[in-house]
């Protein structure tokens, strides 16, 4: 097979199925944070579909969807647009658990499984701000 015969190789993005695998993917997370007492006091707005289209267009770009995100909102800045809200270890662990579940839920391949919860944990830990315990006397865990 000659270089003019090779295809391509897909990006993450085509290759886990697209838009749809990552709507999914974000709508199983946000069923979790609905029902989650200590994220869902962090979004503000009463329904959550805005939240979960800024993360489904955000994720989509990253992972080498289209570039709707950084079109209709900039740069990314991940720990600025975060900064406002108090991420501690007791939050970092309650996403990280709805985003687990989110994740295995796609029943996705390896290595993409595990490539795309590498990204989700090391993104969850970078997002930390505090290392307080939660203003609710709990511990963190």
């Known amino acids: 097979m000659s270089a ?3 295809q391509p190789e897909a990006s993450f993005f085509e290759a886990v ?3 749809p695998t990552f709507r999914r993917l974000v709508d199983a997370f946000y ?3 609905a029902r989650d007492p200590l994220l869902r006091p962090m979004y503000p707005e009463e329904d959550l579909g805005p939240a979960a289209d800024r993360l489904t267009l ?3 770009q990253y992972w080498g ?3 709707t995100y950084s079109a209709s909102r900039g740069h990314p800045r991940l720990r600025m ?3 406002p809200f108090r991420v501690g270890p007791a939050e970092r662990d309650a996403w990280l658990l709805h985003m687990r579940a989110a994740v295995d839920s ?3 391949p390896e290595p993409h499984h595990s490539a795309l919860w590498d990204y989700l944990e090391r993104a969850a830990y970078f997002m930390v701000n505090t290392m307080e315990a939660h203003p609710g006397g709990q511990p963190t865990r």
């Open 58 to 60: 955000f994720l989509m």
């Open 65 to 67: 969807g289209p570039n």
């Open 31 to 33: 069923e979790g944070v």
């Open 81 to 83: 647009r975060h900064a």
């Open 4 to 6: 003019a015969d090779e």
């Open 106 to 108: 796609l029943h996705l």
């Open 17 to 19: 199925g697209g838009e």
